[in-house]
């Protein structure tokens, strides 16, 4: 039996609201089990809808305690109210004040959704449907309105009270009880709701924006936190300041907050004035956080504060447009971390995550379109594709038009849609007419899905002293969309000899938008090679005709960072394919020569030949071999060639880590120092890749005198696939060290979750028996099931246990947290590609669910496209 079909929401039927709400005054009363909340909604007919008058107001496990229409005590005949809907067939035909007050209760409120506790602070989430969890309202983003909150609370449980906007009032009332009132003067959807009640430490400053005006800036943890925030502040100051520079963009309230929470489904929230946020991306200090920690805050501080003007200033119409503020926003911060760390290696890591993340969904059954045009439930579509491939199309757009035509198209759009509740028809229109040119065609990447697959083949004519290069795009059908059109896919594209030296034709761009198409070079008087796709100007998965050699000449000489990162990965991929294939035979030379190269090369930074040295991972291979995929062999390959790169380079790698392993001053986390980090890392992972005993001493002897936690980890990780005392002794170690702080804690279940061997399945077992562990807290059972489930190998256990697992899990999660247990089938976005024995498992246990009584919507809907 299948599980109930969640209704099906249709771009096709969006309607305009009947109803519109001017203002909302909130009056929250606080308490853990009997929340009190009185909404005063303004409400006016609005003058573009047709259609029926009626009121209809969305809810969700509501209980309605009271309601009145312009003062009055509503007949309860006159309106329906259910735990999902509030009802008023016939209501007046001009304005309109509701008063309607609802009862909540926050402390058991697991959903994480609405209003909830997180260890006794009240905090909100509203996005995407939480609203209607507090109050009946039109809980639609094209509903905008102006919100005042009052708030009251105990003063010794909750001495800080916080709302959206600015304070206008607080004072204290009798029986040990204050409040405070918030006015946020922007009109907002009510996805962007927050109010905050609690004890909590904060660390305090102030911006200067660029028209002169001082804001105040404010940070908010949980006491005992305050001193692990500079660098989230450091980061929202220098975000302030480069959306002013870049996008002419300045801060619009009197003051800005942010508060970490400890239980918080997502990363963070944008929430307008008062964003919220998971702890994790808020927390720092060297003992504590690695380098990649330090990014994430940095690049998650300034993705939320983007979003104040692209997501808050300018919303989106519906949910279908969520690409219009996710994708745009992950590009700006994507921007903003090139700009304060390393252009290219910024793009080396955005291209390994999108192919780790998205590529992957966009070949699996639940691909869909950056603009979906049908959801069962929205939670369920904040995916790498809205995201990450959504920030992909913004790139392009900027490729095609040119910086400046994209910087005039930025601004047109701010201008003319400033207050509004946009769609991506609407954004495009202001680039084309920024660049006078005809984006139809480009438009067509939001609404068709799956990854495009380019063939480009080169022929050099020595007679004619002419280069063709014949191209043919194909994407695979997806899910509801059975045949595809060419898509617009804009290539970067040089030459270099075969000594590579660039060829006179500078960069050139080509804009592959039919089925095949070929480009002629001209006066190319010796063979060229070819380097496509530049900085991965599309999003795209590449084949071309190059020669070993031609792919060794890029690896050594291409000027472009990113393809001469894909160069080294392209020959280690070969490689790697060819060994699962069972060709035993081939030779590694070519990408050892190529790694020599880089790590004898002084002038390159450091973080870029690190990043060379790491290997394609599981998953990147399995995405290459696509079919009949066997996780063991990849495996087994994987370390194969790992193996021969530590034997084989072992002098260049000792000598790497002994350059940086040296060069020790006190802990800072700027991209610099984390380069050099991350290449002695990355040394010191390939030496102990084959477990030899010097490079296990000295994993261990890094993992003990480790001043930060950047080396700790990276020590611990040497020592992870290999079952020995060291890495068992590390684990403890690291456990009695820092067993009071959850979030070294996740590491520390993370790591163990990863463990290449038929033990972790009941390690992690054990660990969920563990008191550190907890099922409530999506942080411990993302580092522990979450990462388990990335463990190519042990989750993809032949005889199916691991899929089981994961599926039990998550349908024992369902009722508490049904966001938490959609998020964890994501695993079975690939489970299509394994072996026929595997796939079946997966389909096992797959259905097993699908026939699980009562599931979510979250659930049903995941399962359901699994499974279709
Ligand atoms: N808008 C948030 C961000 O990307 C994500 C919140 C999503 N929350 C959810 N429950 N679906 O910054
Ligand atoms: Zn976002």
């Not at 998205?358 to 929205?378: K, N, W």
């Not at 102990?688 to 005993?693: C, L, P, R, S, V």
């Not at 690291?734 to 520390?748: A, H, M, S, T």
Request: hydrophobic residues 40%; proline residues 6%; negative net charge.
């Amino acid at each position: 039996m299948r599980p109930e079909e969640p209704i099906a929401i249709r771009l096709e039927d969006y309607r305009p609201p009947d109803w519109l709400v001017d203002t909302v005054h909130l009056d929250i009363d606080l308490h853990p089990t009997e929340a009190r909340v009185i909404a005063t909604l303004k409400m006016r007919p609005n003058p573009d809808a047709d259609g029926a008058r009626a009121i209809v107001l969305d809810g969700d496990e509501l209980k309605l305690s009271r309601i009145t229409l312009d003062g009055k005590t509503l007949d309860p005949r006159a309106y329906v109210a259910t735990p999902e809907r509030l009802t008023i067939p016939r209501p007046p035909s001009g304005p309109i004040t509701l008063e309607i007050e609802t009862l909540l209760n926050p402390s058991t409120n697991t959903q994480l959704m609405g209003l909830y506790q997180s260890n006794g602070i009240y905090c909100t989430q509203c996005e995407a449907e939480g609203f209607r969890r507090i109050t009946y309202f039109p809980d639609r983003p094209d509903v905008m309105a102006v919100y005042t909150t009052r708030i009251e609370a105990d003063k010794a449980a909750a001495p800080i009270l916080l709302a959206n906007g600015n304070m206008t009032e607080s004072g204290d009332i009798d029986n040990g009880r204050h409040f405070a009132v918030w006015h946020d003067p922007f009109p907002k959807p009510s996805y962007l709701f927050a109010m905050v009640g609690g004890d909590l430490a904060f660390i305090e400053d102030t911006f200067r924006t660029m028209s002169g005006r001082d804001v105040a800036l404010k940070i908010y943890v949980e006491h005992g936190k305050a001193h692990l925030c500079d660098y989230a502040m450091d980061s929202l100051k220098r975000s302030m300041r480069w959306d002013e520079e870049v996008f002419g963009r300045e801060y619009d309230l009197d003051i800005f907050m942010i508060v970490a929470v400890a239980d918080f489904n997502m990363g963070a929230m944008e929430n307008k004035g008062l964003n919220i946020f998971n702890d994790k991306y808020v927390l720092a200090s060297p003992e504590t956080a690695t380098d990649a920690d330090y990014a994430s805050i940095e690049a998650i501080v300034a993705h939320e504060y983007f979003h104040n003007w692209t997501g808050n200033r300018i919303t989106c119409r519906d949910w279908f447009q969520l690409c219009l503020k996710e994708g745009l926003t992950v590009f700006r911060d994507q921007e903003f971390s090139a700009d304060q760390r390393s252009a290219a290696l910024e793009r080396i890591g955005d291209v390994r995550n999108l192919r780790a993340i998205q590529f992957t969904e966009d070949s699996g059954p639940l691909a869909h379109p950056v603009r979906p045009s049908m959801y069962r439930e929205i939670n369920n579509f904040y995916t790498p594709t809205i995201y990450e491939k959504g920030a992909e199309i913004i790139r392009m757009l900027r490729v095609m038009i040119g910086r400046e035509d994209f910087r005039r198209g930025m601004d047109l759009y701010f201008d003319r849609h400033d207050g509004d509740a946009a769609t991506i028809e609407q954004f495009i229109a202001c680039f084309a007419e920024a660049s006078k040119r005809d984006l139809t065609h480009f438009s067509q990447w939001y609404s068709q899905a799956g990854t495009p697959h380019v063939a480009a083949e080169g022929q050099w004519n020595a007679e004619a002293k002419t280069y063709r290069l014949d191209l043919v795009q194909n994407t695979l059908p997806t899910p509801g969309q059975p045949s595809k059109e060419p898509q617009v896919i804009p290539l970067a594209v040089a030459l270099f000899d075969e000594q590579g030296r660039a060829m006179k034709t500078d960069e050139h761009l080509i804009v592959l938008d039919r089925a095949s198409q070929s480009v002629e070079f001209r006066n190319i008087k010796s063979r060229p090679v070819l380097s496509i796709n530049r900085e991965f100007s599309a999003p795209i998965v590449l084949r071309t005709n190059a020669t070993e050699e031609d792919t060794q000449v890029l690896a050594a000489h291409d000027t472009d960072s990113f393809n001469r990162w894909q160069a080294i990965q392209t020959l280690a991929m070969k490689w790697l394919v060819a060994h699962v294939r069972g060709a035993e035979a081939n030779t590694a030379a070519p990408l050892l020569d190529a790694l020599k190269n880089v790590l004898a090369d002084r002038k390159l930074a450091p973080a870029f030949v690190a990043q060379a040295l790491a290997m394609p991972t599981e998953g990147d291979i399995a995405g290459e071999i696509a079919k009949n995929v066997d996780p063991d062999a990849i495996f087994r390959a994987r370390k194969a060639l790992r193996g021969t790169l530590s034997e084989e380079l072992r002098a260049s790698l000792q000598a790497a880590y002994d350059t940086y392993a040296a060069s020790r001053g006190p802990f800072n986390p700027d991209a610099k120092s984390a380069g050099e980090r991350a290449l002695k890392n990355a040394a010191l992972d390939l030496l102990a890749a084959n477990g030899d005993a010097k490079a296990i001493a000295l994993a261990a002897r890094q993992f003990a005198d480790a001043d930060n936690m950047t080396d700790r980890m990276a020590a611990l990780a040497a020592l992870m696939p290999h079952d020995i005392p060291e890495r068992e002794q590390a684990f403890k170690a690291l456990y009695d060290r820092f067993e009071n702080d959850p979030l070294v804690i996740d590491k520390w279940l993370t790591m163990q979750a990863m463990v290449p061997e038929a033990a972790t399945f009941d390690r992690i077992k054990a660990l969920t028996e563990h008191k550190a562990f907890s099922f409530k807290n999506p942080n411990r059972v993302r580092a522990l099931i979450g990462a388990f489930a990335g463990n190519p190998s042990q989750f993809n256990r032949p005889d199916g246990a691991g899929y089981r697992y994961l599926t039990e899990t998550a349908v024992a999660i369902d009722p508490q947290n049904p966001q938490l247990a959609a998020r964890l089938m994501g695993a079975f976005k690939t489970w299509r590609r394994l072996e026929p024995g595997r796939a079946a498992a997966a389909e096992a246990a797959l259905k097993a669910v699908a026939k699980a009584p009562n599931l979510s919507r979250d659930l049903a809907d995941i399962v359901g496209r699994a499974l279709a």
